[in-house]
């Protein structure tokens, strides 16, 4: 890991944060595929006034910094992350209801887990955001990479964010100013979601439920959810699924090290057992340069990969 704090930065950083900074932490455990170095600095915010203070006081000493949901789109290299990495953790993580004239909005903090998102609707009857049932991210990072399933996507529901800018201000951004795209967000570089808000509606409670039930049993169905991952690996291209192309280029099942190229999804790759990050970008490399060989397609990344390169 690249280190970047000097020793007098790092008595600021515990001083602005009473000490809720760890250094020198393991990311594996905070990542879906269960891989992945040392944060050199790994904080996770009390509060929106304390994370302001943090990010501008990083961008004054020009201190790197990255963001961290669940960490269930992310690959980080088993070089670690040398700088700051800044997870929402249970902290803002609050969620309420609007009512407004001829509306609802479900307001959260991007800390909140996409299933707190679901037991909230459910407990209160709000319609719209059903089809996030099972995806195993926080609302900052739903928003962030524009997760979607089924046919939808979560920038279809947003109804504005507030962000924490590199100089520590916070703005809220109204949803139409927002352009979301395939599985992103257009932000400015270094913005930090903290809060979300999405339209929903009233409805039934076991209506809600049920809905939540069979996209969670439709998941089961077709997902290889027995070992750690990050879900789809390559964005579909269009008119086509990056699943099946890579099973057409006979890969489907393949190994390197402790990571497989899933047998039951081809667009999935699994962590069977102590997969090292290089496992997982052998078999990225491969899968790409094989589709595109056989079917002349260009593979684009959906996870993200963060860290140093060794
Ligand atoms: C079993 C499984 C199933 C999945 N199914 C789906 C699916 O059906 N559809 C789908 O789209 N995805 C799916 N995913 C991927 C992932 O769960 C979602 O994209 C999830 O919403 C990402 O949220 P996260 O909190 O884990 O983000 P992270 O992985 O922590 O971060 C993702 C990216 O967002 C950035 N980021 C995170 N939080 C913030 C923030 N507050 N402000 C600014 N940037 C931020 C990070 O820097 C990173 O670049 C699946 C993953 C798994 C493991």
Not at 111 to 129: T, V
Request: proline share 3%; hydrophobic share 40%.
């Amino acid at each position: 890991m690249i280190k970047r704090f000097t020793e007098e930065q790092i008595e600021r950083l515990k001083s602005l944060t009473g000490g809720s900074v760890s250094f020198g932490v393991s990311l594996s455990s905070f990542t879906s595929f269960k891989v992945g170095g040392r944060a050199e600095a790994l904080y996770e915010p009390k509060d929106i006034e304390e994370l302001s203070m943090v990010i501008s006081f990083a961008n004054v000493a020009s201190l790197p910094y990255v963001v961290i949901g669940r960490g269930s789109n992310i690959l980080v290299r088993d070089a670690g992350i040398g700088g700051l990495v800044i997870r929402f953790g249970r902290k803002i993580a609050g969620l309420r209801l609007e009512e407004k004239v001829n509306r609802h909005e479900l307001i959260c903090g991007a800390g909140a887990q996409l299933k707190d998102l679901m037991r909230f609707c459910a407990d209160e009857g709000l319609s719209g955001l059903e089809f996030l049932a099972g995806i195993p991210g926080s609302a900052g990072g739903a928003i962030s990479v524009n997760t979607g399933a089924f046919g939808s996507d979560i920038g279809g529901k947003v109804t504005g964010i507030k962000v924490v800018k590199p100089d520590g201000s916070v703005e809220a951004i109204e949803g139409r100013d927002l352009h979301f795209g395939y599985r992103e967000l257009s932000l400015g570089r270094g913005w930090i979601v903290v809060e979300g808000a999405f339209a929903v509606e009233r409805a039934e409670k076991e209506d809600v439920r049920g809905r939540i039930k069979d996209f969670i049993r439709k998941r089961n169905e077709k997902q290889p959810l027995d070992a750690p991952s990050a879900g789809s690996i390559f964005k579909n291209p269009p008119g086509d699924y990056a699943g099946r192309l890579i099973e057409a280029a006979g890969l489907k099942g393949m190994q390197r090290g402790g990571a497989r190229i899933s047998p039951v999804h081809a667009n999935w790759i699994v962590n069977i057992g102590g997969a090292g990050s290089d496992d997982i970008i052998g078999l990225i490399n491969t899968a790409r340069e094989r589709v595109k060989e056989v079917s002349g397609i260009e593979l684009e990344l959906e996870i993200r990969i963060l860290g140093d390169e060794s």
